[in-house]
């Protein structure tokens, strides 16, 4: 296997438009927006991910952070933000991971 040219490079906790496109003239492959969590940085309310995500360019992935852990509940979240992407930051206790992809097709899931 041939190594990839440039790497790939996540930037994340972006809390605003200006941050995503600053990450993106960076060379950014994907930017990750965090929704509501029990602890650290980098939350912003789910409004500022759809709006945030609204103006990602096509190529850079947009990661969803979250810590819900029902795969109904997820797939919500997601339908409501917009993002193509699902980073899944806790177990699920609620549904299963094959029944999530079920229920987001075409969306990555992390």
Same mark, same amino acid.
Do not use: E, L
């Given at each position: 296997m041939e190594p990839a040219r440039r790497p790939r490079v996540k930037v994340c906790c972006i809390s605003s438009e200006a941050e995503a496109w600053t990450a993106v003239r960076h060379g950014a492959s994907a930017l990750g927006l965090? @929704?509501?969590m029990p602890s650290g940085p980098g939350v912003i309310p789910e409004e500022a991910i759809a709006r945030i995500a609204r103006v990602v $360019? $096509?190529?850079v @992935?947009?990661?969803l952070l979250t810590c819900l852990q029902s795969a109904e509940a997820i797939a919500a979240q997601l339908r409501r933000v917009g993002t193509d992407t699902v980073q899944v930051c806790d177990r699920l206790v609620e549904g299963s991971l094959p029944g999530l992809r079920r229920a987001l097709p075409g969306t990555r899931l992390v």
């Open positions: 965090v @929704s509501d $360019p $096509p190529g @992935s947009r990661f």
